[in-house]
């Protein structure tokens, strides 16, 4: 298997592990069977999808190119049917979701600097493919996005895209490159899940909570 | 009459339909003037803004072409100064949203291979024609959009989408084409008003509720 | 300072103010620090992105020009290191809301002409660069937006965007036509929060909130 199949099946895994993790919460937000694919999908696609729209890549490769929503309803049909099992699997969907992450920021930034964009719009839009379509889902469960909670999440895709575009501008494009990048990401991801890293959040007192308006 | 013209006021009056029921939804939340026109304008043209940004067709047609905007405004203008007889219309505006469903449905697929795009891109089009705007509308006014819980909905128009999809890779590009394809939309949609149907859900045990976090 | 630079000089005054905006609600809402930066980001800037891809500007202004990101970033900055101090400066903040409302809206409606298109789409697209990012902000953070509700702001955006297309298609391409439209929009604005003017709504009677449903 060369480098760019194995990266195709690793993405293809990404959208697998993102997919699970939107039908698991579209389930317990006791959608009905169309909600619940709607959701897998979009977490899967979502952010991919902005990324393309943004740097002119219509139509978006999640919409047009079936195995993404081949995969999305794959995951639907295996949360449905084995929920309970899935339900209890919380440790390797998290890991399945940390690879998901760092490929689609690696792919994402990866995908804007081919369309010929500059670094801080590769940056940006890495972070969007990674974490877009988790946020889609949040806006549409109604609450607000995990990932702008306190959690190093954003911040390990932003990492990943960084590392990617630095590699690249620094003219290393050697097949292990992406894949550096994509680990950067990952092993920043699972150590802050396991040591319980956060971002410094700035909970004050009390009265810090009432409404500016406006 | 022939038909173009008829679809062209067939899809006003699927604008008016959507236009309305953002209208009532808005008014109900109290917003203010401006409020309750931005939310009927939304429902009736979000999806399809969405649509043409994804095949390439910008500017978007719901956004330059002004009779989309003066029947939302019209629409707007209607609910407002009849409100207790539009609320009393609750048959009539269901059979002509679904009438907006399924012509919205079917434009959008069609509109979507005329620009030279995959039968699964023109159905995922399709659909998000039709339901983009309902859904825009309940993000917007905070709620968990109604399409992803159990009603056939999207699903009616994931149907008009693929029967009209399947006769142009057939063939069938005769005028009744179009006019079939939205037939079987609206038709599915009442039917499901009518008898009840609903898709499945999985509604578990209490457990099921309890937040996985990520 | 010529005309020209003083525009683009007061266009960072407004993407700040916007900015401290998104970062003081993000704040309030116990958001880490990723999370604030980000919303802090789109308040200013989201309304543009939408802006230039429904105009099809690819990539957006906003994701590819870097002092958008660095004024966000700085003004995010001044809002956690003197947060007291911002919160005590309602006034002033306001009053920089204000004029980057308008200077949005005026430019959005700009650039929309400059891309050949009609007057609909750029009174429209103005709108939705002046308050595209404050509602993408309450959307995010699970509330029906702010400008949906009893205030002139998006009026006086479109007051702004109609007066600007209007000295354009009437031949009045002179250097303070955009500063007048900006003024025109400022000043209603700041006259409305004076004067406490707000649009009609239509609270009804209690059973108008009853839930229609669909």
Same mark, same amino acid.
């Given at each position: 298997?060369?480098?760019?199949?194995?990266?195709?099946?690793?993405?293809?895994?990404?959208?697998?592990?993102?997919?699970?993790?939107?039908?698991?919460?579209?389930?317990?937000?006791?959608?009905?069977?169309?909600?619940?694919?709607?959701?897998?999908?979009?977490?899967?696609?979502?952010?991919?999808?902005?990324?393309?729209?943004?740097?002119?890549?219509?139509?978006?490769?999640?919409?047009?190119?079936?195995?993404?929503?081949?995969?999305?309803?794959?995951?639907?049909?295996?949360?449905?049917?084995?929920?309970?099992?899935?339900?209890?699997?919380?440790?390797?969907? @998290?890991?399945?979701?940390?690879? *998901?992450?760092? !490929?689609? %920021?690696? /792919? #994402?930034?990866?995908?804007? +600097? &081919?369309?010929?964009?500059?670094?801080?719009?590769?940056?940006?839009?890495?972070?969007?493919?990674?974490?877009?379509?988790?946020?889609?889902?949040d806006v549409l469960l109604s609450r607000v996005p995990a990932i702008l909670e306190r959690e190093i999440y954003?911040?390990?895709?932003?990492?990943?895209?960084?590392?990617?575009?630095?590699?690249?501008?620094?003219?290393?494009?050697?097949?292990?490159?992406?894949?550096?990048?994509?680990?950067?990401?990952?092993?920043?991801? @699972?150590?802050?899940?396991?040591? *319980?890293?956060? !971002?410094? %959040?700035? /909970? #004050?007192?009390?009265?810090? +909570? &009432?409404?500016?308006?406006?």
């Amino acid at each position: 298997m060369n480098s760019h199949a194995a990266y195709t099946f690793l993405d293809l895994v990404g959208t697998f592990a993102f997919a699970i993790s939107g039908a698991v919460a579209a389930r317990q937000k006791r959608l009905d069977l169309f909600g619940i694919a709607s959701i897998a999908f979009m977490v899967a696609c979502g952010g991919g999808i902005v990324r393309d729209v943004c740097i002119g890549a219509v139509p978006p490769a999640g919409l047009s190119n079936w195995p993404y929503l081949a995969t999305s309803l794959a995951a639907c049909g295996v949360t449905l049917l084995a929920y309970p099992q899935v339900r209890r699997l919380r440790q390797p969907v @998290l890991l399945f979701d940390a690879i *998901g992450l760092g !490929l689609f %920021a690696v /792919a #994402g930034a990866q995908k804007s +600097l &081919a369309y010929g964009h500059s670094a801080e719009l590769a940056i940006l839009l890495g972070i969007v493919s990674a974490v877009g379509g988790g946020v889609m889902r949040d806006v549409l469960l109604s609450r607000v996005p995990a990932i702008l909670e306190r959690e190093i999440y954003a911040s390990a895709a932003l990492l990943g895209a960084a590392v990617q575009v630095g590699f690249t501008y620094a003219g290393w494009t050697a097949w292990w490159a992406p894949w550096l990048a994509t680990l950067a990401c990952v092993v920043l991801r @699972l150590a802050s899940l396991y040591f *319980g890293w956060r !971002l410094p %959040a700035f /909970a #004050g007192r009390r009265e810090c +909570l &009432a409404r500016d308006g406006q």
